[in-house]
């Protein structure tokens, strides 16, 4: 079956600091991946994505990492700020009849420490 | 406009009601989705409309039922529901496509069933 998940469900950091949210895959058929930040009481928000033949994509302090030989994925951001604590899902791709299906991953609390 | 938006913001029904719950979107995305999410879990897919047909249904129980009356609402029928369907309901939309499919989300209808 496809599962998504994440090796730690808790990260805190220095505000300033850079942050590292891992996500590991198992679907090797996915070819399209999004990282989505929930704050509390909201629904989820887009943070970046990527497709399977890319490894890197960058957007404003975020960086997408794409391992496809380990089934690895990464979220970097940068120069963490308060406003970035959150809950972070990465979702996986998986198309089927004629739209498409997200698996989202069990997620990742980022506590930013001011 | 980018936006999706959800009513109502909470809602509290007993286990005899019949509620619905409605979803909106202008951005002329042709599918739309229904997730629920348990508290501290992620999202789960429930229902997937294509081009206003059901699409994908995740095995769920008969006591929800989808409706999308056209290509901006999709709605979704409550009817003798538990206390464990209590959970946090998410519609989102997207282009349908075998590509890139970010999928944009609306705030939520917070439901509690007593």
């Known amino acids: 079956g496809e599962s998504v998940g994440l090796h730690l469900p808790t990260l805190s950091v220095q505000e300033g600091d850079n942050s590292i949210i891992n996500c590991a895959y198992s679907?090797?058929?996915?070819?399209?991946f999004i990282w989505y930040k929930q704050e509390s009481g909201k629904g989820p928000q887009f943070i970046i994505d990527?497709?399977?033949?890319?490894d890197k994509r960058q957007g404003q302090r975020v960086t997408v990492l794409l391992n496809k030989t380990v089934k690895h994925l990464s979220l970097q951001i940068a120069a963490t700020q308060p406003g970035d604590s959150a809950v972070y899902f990465c979702?996986?791709?998986?198309?089927?009849?004629?739209?498409?299906?997200?698996?989202f991953g069990t997620g990742t609390r980022l506590t930013v420490i001011p | 406009d980018t936006e999706v938006t959800q009513t109502p913001k909470h809602l509290v029904m007993g286990m005899t009601n019949k509620k619905s719950l409605k979803c909106e979107q202008h951005?002329?995305?042709?599918?739309m989705y229904w997730y629920k999410q348990k508290a501290k879990k992620p999202p789960e897919l429930m229902f997937v409309?294509?081009?206003?047909?059901?699409?994908i249904n995740e095995s769920v129980p008969s006591r929800f039922s989808p409706e999308c009356p056209n290509s901006s609402l999709l709605n979704l029928h409550l009817h003798a529901l538990q206390p464990e369907d209590s959970a946090l309901y998410l519609c989102?939309?997207?282009?349908?496509?075998?590509?890139?499919?970010?999928?944009?989300f609306g705030p939520g209808t917070r439901l509690t069933v007593l």
């Open positions: 409309y294509s081009y206003e047909k059901l699409s």
């Open positions: 979702a996986e791709n998986s198309p089927r009849s004629g739209a498409n299906n997200l698996f």
């Open positions: 990527i497709r399977s033949n890319m």
């Open positions: 951005m002329g995305h042709r599918a």
């Open positions: 679907n090797s058929a996915s070819d399209y």
């Open positions: 989102a939309s997207s282009q349908v496509s075998s590509g890139r499919n970010e999928q944009f």
